[in-house]
């Protein structure tokens, strides 16, 4: 490892140490014997993720709070997927890393025009693009795994050759170091299939000194894929883990993309839950993996955790299961503890205290009164045993909105028409925070004396259906933006609609009739009418 290499480490390793407090890991914990605080590596167990993509008329940042209030616990790490030409961070990504989560970035070239090719990047013609990607990572400051076109080996012929992907990854890393984005960790990650051969992935791979994380994207197909048969976690991730503990050791290994269907084909109510509590005892065999992230989606098949009781029940357990709690101080990560407690519970450590290695126990008996139109009252009680504890955090919709040490905080002017989940949390003078206690909030307004109700979009292969309800006849304008909030289509502006329900399609082509990159992209709706003006959004990833 070369001395610029180490250098950036070092730097990182700094960056990580002042982000501590906020993903809730104390330094003690932070630089464990065994792991790499520079690159978040835990020195035991593994970290738990997932891509949730938005369902229900939830935006982005709803759909993790959501998520998180279903399985009872922050994820460490939030995946997300952007191009190049994307500008940085986006909403989401703020919003994520500020609620104490480890941003995952996909940073890809845009799939569907095969621009730019890897060439094309490393020749320099995009350093203009990636300079200012960069800078803007550099500015946010807070720790951002980053991977360079991820699954690039099913790229190759349209983007170019393995060795143009190799000299491209090399090309984009030392242009961000370049530019001081020492807060970047570099994630190297391919689909499964790739590691069948390991000249093949050889070839792919960029060399140790651009790596801080090997990963690789693997699924159980059946029943969904014609001619699939069902394979285990193990199965799909071996000849990844095989070919990382031999070729390159001592760099962390990560399942980047994972999911399982339910078995519809035999079928078989328990299969997908044996499955998820495979996969765990797997992680739990191999030492060397230190993350894994599920896919929380309907892309191509329907790989939610929560396709049955069954299957949340045994995803919940895993997140639960102090092996994947590497940043709760109450637990014990080395695979023999339990879990500190989920939300609401109630649980946690029973000594609560202010060292760095124990938190205090969650608050309990979270209720809503006082509920209006746009706001709410919470309160709460103490936690079991509150030695120790400083105060509490309140997040509404994964957004932390106060910090106080009373037992009760208005929450005022909070928009919140048609519900939200709010949280609350105890921590101590260290930094410690306790498990959660959660509630979700159903504001007293009808949805049908709303201006603008029911916003909706569900996304296809080729298009977006987006839905809306309006109560009077109004005037409306639909603007279709993208991650960070900039229009790249206009579908309506200033049209007289009548009242009840509408939809309109999105092909996804911008106004200049080209189609958009894969990444976020967000549904604007204004409206103004007899039942007064009113705005509303909902994000999705395409």
């Known amino acids: 490892m070369d001395f610029i290499h180490l250098a950036r480490r070092a730097l990182l390793a700094a960056a990580l140490l002042t982000s501590v407090v906020a993903l809730g890991v104390s330094s003690q914990q932070a630089t464990a014997s065994g792991g790499n605080p520079a690159i978040l590596e835990p020195a035991q167990g593994a970290l738990f993720g997932a891509w949730t993509k938005p369902r229900a008329g939830r935006t982005a940042e709803q759909e993790l709070s959501y998520a998180e209030q279903q399985i009872g616990r922050p994820f460490d790490i939030y995946h997300l997927y952007y191009h190049v030409s994307q500008a940085l961070p986006t909403p989401e990504m703020i919003s994520a890393a500020n609620s104490g989560h480890t941003i995952l970035m996909a940073f890809d070239p845009d799939p569907i025009n095969s621009q730019p090719t890897w060439q094309e ?6 350093d203009t693009t990636l300079i200012k990607r960069a800078q803007e990572l550099r500015d946010f400051g807070k720790p951002v795994m980053l991977n360079f076109d991820h699954e690039a080996d099913a790229n190759i012929g349209p983007n170019g050759t393995a060795a143009d992907y190799v000299k491209a990854y090399q090309h984009v890393h030392d242009l961000f170091v370049a530019q001081g984005a020492t807060n970047v960790i570099w994630v190297w990650d391919m689909t499964g299939n790739l590691f069948r051969s390991a000249a093949a992935a050889d070839a792919m791979y960029p060399g140790d000194n651009y790596v801080d994380w090997v990963a690789a994207d693997a699924y159980n197909w059946y029943p969904g894929k014609s001619g699939s048969s069902w394979r285990s976690f193990a199965d799909a991730f071996t000849p990844f883990h095989q070919w990382a503990d031999q070729m390159h050791p001592g760099i962390p290994q990560m399942a980047e993309e994972t999911a399982v269907q339910e078995d519809t084909a035999t079928p078989d109510p328990t299969r997908k839950a044996a499955w998820i509590q495979d996969m765990a005892a797997t992680i739990k065999s191999w030492p060397e993996m230190k993350a894994v992230v599920w896919f929380n989606s309907n892309q191509i098949y329907p790989w939610w955790y ?13 997140g639960q299961d102090c092996y994947f709690q590497t ?9 023999s503890g339990s879990s500190s407690g ?4 109630g649980s946690g450590s029973s000594g609560g205290g202010t060292t760095d290695t124990t938190a205090p126990s969650a608050p309990t008996g979270l209720a809503a009164s006082n509920v209006q139109s746009d706001s709410f009252t919470l309160s709460w ?30 929450i005022t002017g909070t928009p919140c028409p048609t519900g939200c989940t709010a949280w609350v949390e105890a921590y101590d003078a260290a930094g410690n925070v306790s498990p959660r206690d959660g509630i979700t909030v159903q504001t007293s307004v009808s949805q049908s004396t709303l201006p603008l109700s029911g916003l909706t979009a569900t996304v296809g292969a080729t298009q977006v259906k987006v839905s809306f309800t309006l109560a009077s006849p109004s005037t409306v304008s639909l603007v279709i933006v993208n991650g960070s909030g900039a229009a790249v289509r206009h579908k309506l502006v200033s049209v007289s609609l009548s009242a009840g329900a509408h939809t309109f399609y999105w092909k996804l082509k911008d106004d200049h009739g080209q189609l958009v990159p894969a990444g976020t992209y967000g549904a604007v709706v204004s409206v103004s009418g007899a039942a007064g003006p009113a705005s509303a959004s909902v994000f999705f990833h395409v």
Do not use: E, M
């Not at 990047?121 to 995009?126: F, L």
């Not at 989920?342 to 519970?345: A, K, M």
């Open 327 to 335: 940043r709760a101080a109450s637990c014990d990560t080395s695979g």
């Open 121 to 126: 990047i490393w020749q320099g013609q995009q």
């Open 381 to 410: 009680k103490a936690a079991t045993d509150d030695t120790g504890v400083a105060g509490y955090n309140v997040y509404v919709d994964g957004t932390k909105v106060a910090s106080t040490t009373a037992l009760s905080k208005d």
């Open 306 to 318: 929560d396709s049955s009781p069954a299957s949340l029940a045994a995803f919940r357990a895993v």
């Open 342 to 345: 989920g939300s609401g519970s």
